[in-house]
């Protein structure tokens, strides 16, 4: 979602500090999926000139926020989220012109990252809906091989 937050802040000579306006909040992750977009600043670059901040870090999100006193999360229904990008490598994209093109991938087993969000995982049979959905339009289904579920 960040990315998509970002997209074409490079074109307007900007880069977007996603933070509280004084430190740049990164992630485990993050240094991997910004990795090369020009449309977002790292840590380090608090100062720069060209920054517009977005308050978008943990415990502040743009399509909600925690109601404490009644312990409920109210949605911001009015938010659109733009699609996001990742940027590769040329080492990246020469691994990817290897494996080959024209089919789609699909992973259900992904390790609980959030234990405290189990409906942010989705149940196996809609993995295998859709599957089954994109196996009728023509698509060729792969799937890494490890995880107890096997797409049908």
């Known amino acids: 979602m960040a990315t998509g937050l970002a997209r074409g802040a490079a074109a307007r000579g900007k880069r977007i500090a996603f933070g509280d306006g004084r430190r740049i909040a990164w992630d485990q992750h993050s240094k991997e999926i910004f990795r090369g977009n020009p449309n977002i600043a790292p840590p380090g670059s608090e100062a ?7 308050d978008y870090r943990t415990g502040h999100r743009i399509y909600n926020r925690l109601d404490r006193a009644r312990r409920r999360w109210i949605w911001n229904m009015d938010f659109r989220p733009m699609p996001g990008e990742l940027l590769f490598d040329q080492q990246e994209l020469a691994w990817a012109a290897g494996v080959g093109t024209g ?7 992904v390790e609980e990252f959030k234990s405290w969000a189990s409906n942010k995982r989705w149940a196996a049979d809609r993995y295998d809906a859709v599957a089954a959905r994109l196996a009728a339009d023509g698509a060729e289904i792969v799937q890494f091989a490890h995880g107890d579920h096997r797409i049908r």
Request: charged share 30%; net charge negative; hydrophobic share 50%.
């Open 103 to 109: 089919f789609v991938l699909m992973e259900p087993n």
């Open 48 to 54: 720069d000139p060209d920054l517009e901040w977005i």
